[in-house]
């Protein structure tokens, strides 16, 4: 069985969140902190071998005061952040063990996640050395001016929104992030990219949000309930109802 460590990244500004006066990734979405539920989907995983969290130096003292219990019990290891996302999760890279084969990184502030989702990508990253999960993009996207009209309408076709967890060969991650140069990139997948490898899209869910703004923290609030469900055994007993299948 391969072996994954994964990294969060949680050093962010926070810059357009204004809610509970904290940082989106330590804010209470239905009475624990949104980077609780995100790390939770990973540290019972018997793949699962390191869980780093990358927390700014301005909150590393409150942090690991605050989350004492839960950092103990779950044995999430804290990393310093750096000026930028990338000098984040490089500084984690670092401290990633030579046991885990691939490294996994997953924003602290997207707490939506199913198996099912985290399962997908990471048979896709064993299969490939590097994988994504995103999604379709289905509206229609428009290009502006500096005037703030419209420029052009641009084709979607074969536009994807990228989300986490981005899954890597673990060397591979490194060999990109030692030519990195001075870029600055937005996700793990560019960097992978500009270093010549492949990055399969495994497809997502919508419900797979990153919560950035106040209206992303409500969306949140009310999609817990709309995540899909793990299958029971009560689904294979031959007169129980038929449940209503996912649209996600």
Known sequence: MAKFAVILPAAGKSSRFTLQRRKKPFVELRGRA???RSVEHFVNRPDVVQTLIVVSPDDLEWFKEKFA???AFM???????GAERADSVCNALARVRPEADFVAVHDAARPLLVAEWIDRVFQSAEQTG???LATPITST???SRADGTIDATVPRDSLWAAQTPQ???RQLLLDAYAQRGSLQPTDEAQLVEQFGHPVALVE???LNIKITTDSDFRLAESALDALPKPKTF???HPFADEEPRSIW
């Open 34 to 36: 949104v980077w609780l």
């Open 69 to 71: 219990p839960n950092l």
């Open 75 to 81: 044995n999430v290891e804290i990393v310093t952040g």
């Open 130 to 132: 590097a994988a994504i």
């Open 141 to 143: 996207l428009k290009r």
């Open 167 to 169: 899954v890597f060969r």
């Open 204 to 206: 997502g869910s919508s």
């Open 234 to 236: 009560r689904a294979l």
